[in-house]
């Protein structure tokens, strides 16, 4: 336990690190996502097979084969995604966005963005057409149809596979550890590295397993209290 308690400073800059990765990962992911099943169930044959052949493969890709062609390999060839140069400053260290946390977090919005558009279009495909058709029949554009009568629909049907995306998002995001992003799973290789012994390494694992282990079940949480209050206004 002592492990733990003499580098607490590092554990928590590193799951802040993690949270950051998981919070703008979420944030594009729902944004992109909604663009895809948008696209998908569109009127545009061309854009449909576009955004369909891009979920095909970007889904069935490994997250970590992106992520390394992002943050080591895109650089090198001229792509960089770090347009500015962002440290944050806490009392127990520094938080930094670098080019491979900027890279990181493109690579899992592109991934997860796949499994928004998929679980979107499930709940695209229980709203009655008749209300889509009636949308339409009062003047409504496609988009008009999407963001005032179908997407809102949608997003509530969707909300339980929505929610089991982004628990697994919040758990991919240790995949960075492979592009040197100080997350959680760094810190927890470094505390590994440097603990002598079996018994003392499981301390820290422990430790970093319990702290997952709360952050899922507050999504998990705040999934069902919305699931609730949206059914109640259903």
């Known amino acids: 336990m002592d492990v733990v308690v003499d580098n607490y400073q590092m554990i928590g800059v590193a799951f802040a690190t993690t949270l950051l990765l998981f919070v703008f990962s979420a944030i594009g992911s729902l944004a992109l996502g909604t663009v895809l099943v948008s696209l998908r169930v569109g009127p545009v044959a061309i854009m449909r097979r576009t955004a369909a052949v891009y979920v095909t493969l970007v889904r069935n890709t490994p997250l970590l084969l992106i992520l390394l062609f992002l943050s080591l390999a895109a650089p090198k060839i001229g792509i960089n995604f770090q347009f500015v140069k962002i440290v944050i400053h806490t009392g127990w260290g520094d938080i930094r966005m670098t080019n491979a946390f900027a890279g990181a977090v493109v690579g899992l919005i592109l991934y997860t ?9 499930s709940g695209v495909n229980a709203v009655p ?3 889509a058709e009636a949308a339409r029949a009062i003047g409504l554009s496609f988009g008009g149809v999407m963001r005032f009568v179908v997407l809102p629909q949608a997003m509530r049907a969707a909300l339980p596979p929505l929610a089991s995306t982004l628990i697994a998002l919040l758990k991919n995001t240790t995949v960075a550890v492979s592009v040197l992003v100080l997350e959680a799973a760094y810190a927890l290789k470094q505390l590994l590295d440097d603990t002598p012994g079996t018994w003392p390494k499981m301390w820290p694992i422990g430790v970093f397993v319990l702290v997952f282990v709360v952050l899922v079940e507050l999504l998990s949480f705040l999934s069902n209290r919305l699931e609730r209050r949206w059914s109640v206004a259903r």
Do not use: P
Request: aromatic residues 8%; hydrophobic residues 40%; neutral net charge.
């Open 113 to 121: 963005s796949c499994f928004v558009c998929e679980a979107l279009r």
């Open 129 to 131: 057409v008749g209300q």
